[in-house]
């Protein structure tokens, strides 16, 4: 691969959302940097060489006209799936270009502002389409955009009056504001896929009562150390719920439990307690355990930063590094789960200075690696050339361990 490719690349993500509130796709979103121009079949080829059928649907949304005529030419049929923005459409070549990945079998998706429709003759170059909804928009007016949307052409004569049908299930919903506007696209109207997903508005719903940790992920845990599975997998586990894996140090650390040493990791506490005692711990908190699907995507993505974070920071062989790393992109946002400020959840942890600066200070030596993977989620990419030049990061291979984490999410059941 020629090396300068990805470094000729701004990216950023964005996760789409299924009906199990699961990863159905990964939106990333590309942006030339500097003059040169990017060599999109070699672009593809990495892709290729980093995502596996495992893996959710991947969209290509490119942010310029050159750079959408150059991955439709180079795109394929097996390929990743690439988004034709609508306000890109009337720029000079990309309709010819459309044309021709369609003939050639490249999956297209359109993705339109409110109130645009691909033209009615060029539809069917379409999988899916993307629609973003009105700013303040109801659930009722929502209702009526997504069935304008499914009209197959509004220029022909009206129907005879029937019931409403729902959204054709190849429709993506993006800027949806609240997790009841979630949930009716989802649930009611049968859309494919939401894109983000309205993390504020669903926390905001817990302002009157504490998030518990997952049902699921405790009996997990559970059947784990029943079975004595690894303790990387039960420590992997249990990162992956943020509440549980906070209420784990902060247990581990009770001067009731009178543990030899401060507990700075998951692994130092799982080791210290043993896997009985944690067992039992366990067995202890799924009385007050939950199963709320909206709060998945919430916890998925606070993983997702602490995985780019763990991961942009090359600590080679220093696993205890590589821990602490995590722990500092998870707690980076703990606040919002427990509803009290981040200086108050993190004085009853015994943390290093090191990530009480990058968090609470925005200093240290993880504070360059928080910044950066925080900008990494769409719509911050902007951010990303400036911070890889202040702190001598090579923007290429911050591209490419970026794709390696997003390349470790599983596609949803649905």
């Known amino acids: 691969m020629v090396p300068s490719t990805l470094g000729q690349l701004i990216l950023g993500y964005q996760l789409v959302w299924s009906r199990l509130r699961e990863p159905a796709a990964v939106q990333l979103f590309l ?58 459409a009337r720029s000079d070549g990309v309709a010819a270009a459309v044309q021709r990945a369609y003939e050639r079998g490249v999956p297209l998706v359109w993705r339109g502002k409110p109130g645009q429709r691909p033209d009615a003759t060029k539809e069917r170059y379409f999988v899916r389409g993307m629609l973003g909804l009105t700013p303040g928009e109801t659930i009722v007016g929502a209702q009526a955009s997504l069935r304008q949307q499914a009209k197959p052409d509004a220029r022909a004569p009206a129907a005879p009056p029937r019931t409403p049908s729902p959204v054709p299930p190849d429709q993506i919903i993006e800027a949806v504001p609240s997790r009841r506007m979630a949930g009716h696209c989802l649930d009611q109207q049968n859309a494919w896929g939401v894109a983000g997903w309205p993390i504020d508005d669903v926390l905001l719903s817990h302002q009157r009562q504490p998030i518990q940790p997952s049902h699921k992920t405790i009996v997990r845990l559970i059947q784990q150390t029943d079975a004595d599975a690894a303790l990387e997998l039960i420590e992997h586990t249990l990162a992956e719920e943020p509440v549980l894996a906070y209420r784990f140090m902060r247990y581990t650390n009770s001067a009731a439990l009178g543990l030899r040493s401060s507990v700075e990791s998951l692994r130092h506490g799982l080791m210290l307690l043993g896997l009985s005692r944690f067992t039992t711990w366990l067995q202890e908190m799924l009385p007050l355990a939950g199963d709320e699907p909206d709060m998945d995507p919430v916890r998925t993505g606070m993983v997702m930063r602490a995985r780019m974070m ?102 949803s059941a649905r």
């Open 31 to 88: 942006a030339t940097h500097g003059q040169g121009a990017v060599e999109s079949a070699h672009f593809l080829r990495t892709v290729e060489q980093t995502w596996s059928e495992q893996c959710p649907t991947l969209l290509l949304t490119p942010q310029s006209a050159p750079l959408l005529v150059d991955l439709l030419d180079h795109g394929e049929r097996d390929g990743p799936q690439i988004v034709v923005q609508l306000d890109l």
């Open 310 to 411: 763990e991961n942009q920071l090359d600590a080679g062989d220093e696993d205890a590094l590589r821990r602490e790393v995590f722990l500092c992109g998870m707690l980076s946002q703990v606040d919002g789960l427990l509803g009290e400020s981040l200086k108050e959840a993190l004085h009853r942890l015994p943390l290093s200075e090191r990530i009480n600066g990058a968090i609470l200070g925005n200093s240290g030596p993880y504070a360059p690696f928080l910044e950066l993977a925080t900008a990494l989620e769409y719509p911050n990419m902007t951010k990303v050339p400036g911070l890889c030049a202040a702190h001598e990061l090579d923007l290429g291979e911050v591209n490419r361990t970026m794709l390696r984490v997003l390349a470790t999410l599983h596609k």
